[in-house]
């Protein structure tokens, strides 16, 4: 690649976060819903959201030059294949994450990376003064956005996680930091001899009732709310960490760790669900998510040895690391 196009390479990635903005403006707004039965002039569009039709107009063409919507000679716009994820009744809908990493006080901390770089210290916490999940649970409403986000995440990659590992051995599964439920539901709903549990914040299981009864295993799961930094409920046959260490750093980790050991039965079995990073120069996905666990929650994304190593601390060895998915992998482990 020759200089000149090189740093206009360069320039387009730079530029790549208006593209990311526009798209969660786009979500915020539910464009793709209200187009999702055929085509609509931008001033239609506006009267249904409450925006500034030429404004409205002037993000609708941008993404559409993106591949996001389609505009016609009329000025109409439709959706694409990449517009129909949008939506919020698809399959692997991206909308909740697409509206939550638009949400300013999440860009403000990315704003501050620097400082993390400089000191290796939590962006967040220096831009807003408190913790990721301090603040969270002090505004509901981005709690709430935070959760959907979390739970369309793990809809999309339920499939994937059930496609790579069996379930069926165990008669009780305990989801440690579950969210909602979404990940949970959708393993009881393939596996109708297991029960399980589902363990988080109290608030951020309140909706999970909902969540267990659309998939009809409401019946077979006990919705529990806790801290799982201080103590778990006991007895279950497996426990799951779907993106949980990746939030924390080593010594919060290896007492997460130590209280899923003494929660789980003599021959259970610990299953974490995170991405593994690669190799250098390859990975790219996992690498930056591993730059966004540094500037938000702290925390960081892992090779498969250091995940050996941090496992090892919190009295578990690994069996097994099954690749799932290009975003995530099964980490089996046992307690010694």
Known sequence: MDPRTAAFEVIR???????????????????????KDGKRSAVDLASLTGTHPRALYRLLRALAAAGIFHEAEDGQFSLTPLGGALR??????????????????????????????????????????????????????????????????????????????????????MDVGGGQGALL?????????????????????????????????AERCDIVGGDF??????????????????????????????????????????????????PPNEGATAKFADLNMLVAPGGEERTAEEFRSLLAKGGFEVADIIEAGPRISVIEARPV
């Not at 976060?17 to 969660?24: K, L, N, P």
């Open 88 to 173: 919020s009744d698809a399959e692997h809908s991206a909308a909740p994450w697409a509206a939550f990493v638009g949400r300013p006080y999440y860009r403000q901390a990315w704003s501050d990376l620097l400082y993390s770089i400089q000191c290796g210290r939590n962006a967040f916490r220096h831009a807003h003064g408190k913790g990721v999940w301090e603040y969270r649970a002090e505004h509901p409403e981005e709690s709430g956005i935070f959760d959907l986000a979390m739970a369309a995440n793990s809809r999309g990659v339920a499939a994937a996680i059930l496609a790579a590992y069996d379930f069926s051995r165990f008669p009780v599964i």
């Open 13 to 35: 990635m730079v530029n790549e976060y208006r593209v990311s903005q526009a798209i969660s403006v786009a979500a915020m707004l539910g464009i793709a819903d209200h187009i």
């Open 229 to 278: 930094l201080a103590a778990l409920p006991s007895a279950a046959d497996a426990l799951l960490l779907k993106w949980i260490l990746h939030d924390w750093d080593d010594e919060t980790n290896i007492s997460i760790l130590k209280n899923c050991r003494k929660a789980m039965r003599a021959d259970g079995k610990l299953l974490v669900f995170e991405a593994v990073l690669a």
């Open 185 to 217: 539901a959708e393993i009881l709903a393939a596996n109708p001899r297991s029960r399980g549990i589902l363990f988080d914040q109290p608030h951020v299981v309140a909706a999970a009732g909902r969540v267990m009864a659309e998939k009809g295993v």
